[in-house]
């Protein structure tokens, strides 16, 4: 696996210079942002409820439009004009319960027309990545929780993206499928040589993950501070337990506590998760 400093330290990607988004005169999600991910990194979002986290990352998918500033992706005005590929990965699996796994997994395939003498043989590859080549023809309601989130995320990589984005995607699930997922995860992002921005509520979880953990405060949302998890990969439970994680989760929860008291006193209310 690649270093911290090797993962963040590829050019920029995405680059957002002085983004703000409001949805009227008073609810206003986020505050000017400049925030560049950078190629191979594993970028991950935190902070109190209100911040703008998910509002951050749906504009970092091109999903909404900011009020002002401006992004690039891979150089480029629109994220689709490079020929790179986004994936989002939603809190929620989002399958759709009369179709089998294959057939949810297909989806977006089939959106764009992808012949199935193709895309067949790429779900059966996405399927095997993330641990699921048996249970194609199963409707979801015969998987666990967690293995339908793995599905979730094999309909993500069957279309090969080159940015992976995840809105908390493991926050519904109990602490061991959590982190056997992350584990999982790990292994992905460096087999597949992803670029991830990944939301989380849980800061262990931010640690164990990242190589660089931003942290953003509410009221509006806001960047207040980034942190680098300087350890190397590959990361297992000897981590998880190390004076170091410890170290690193101790600042990290400091520095949220600090970003939920800084709201700003001229701020109005109406910030976004």
Not at 9 to 31: C, N
Not at 108 to 131: F, I, K, M, N, Y
Not at 234 to 260: D, I, M, T, W, Y
Request: proline share 7%; charged share 20%.
């Amino acid at each position: 696996m690649p270093s911290p400093d090797e993962a963040s330290g590829g050019a920029p990607i995405v680059a957002l210079e002085g983004v703000a988004k409001s949805y009227d005169r008073v609810t206003h999600a986020l505050a000017r942002v400049d925030l560049d991910v950078r190629g191979g990194e594993f970028l991950t979002l935190v902070g109190p409820s209100g911040c703008g986290k998910s509002t951050l990352l749906r504009l970092i998918a091109g999903l909404a439009r900011p009020s002002a500033g401006a992004i690039r992706w891979w150089g480029e005005p629109r994220p689709d004009a490079a020929g790179e590929r986004i994936a989002f990965v939603f809190q929620s699996p989002t399958l759709m319960p009369w179709a089998s796994v294959a057939t949810n997994v297909r989806l977006p395939l089939d959106l764009a027309h992808v012949a199935r003498a193709e895309a067949d043989p790429r779900v059966d590859g996405a399927l095997q990545t993330v641990g699921l080549a048996d249970t194609g023809m199963r409707l979801p309601r015969e998987l666990s929780g967690g293995m339908q989130m793995r599905a979730s995320i094999a309909r993500a990589l069957v279309t090969k993206p080159a940015l992976l984005l995840m809105d908390e995607p493991f926050g519904a699930l109990d602490e061991f499928t959590r982190q056997r997922l992350d584990d999982e995860l790990l292994d992905l992002w460096n087999a597949q040589a992803l670029t991830v921005v990944f939301v989380t509520h849980s800061l262990q979880e931010a640690v164990f993950l990242s190589t660089r953990v931003v942290v953003m405060a509410a009221h509006p949302g806001r960047i207040v501070e980034t942190c680098r998890i300087d350890e190397p990969y590959p990361r297992n439970e000897a981590f998880r337990v190390s004076p170091a994680f410890a170290g690193h989760a101790a600042r990290l929860s400091a520095s949220v506590a600090k970003a939920g008291a800084s709201a700003l006193p001229d701020a109005r209310a109406g910030g976004r998760r």
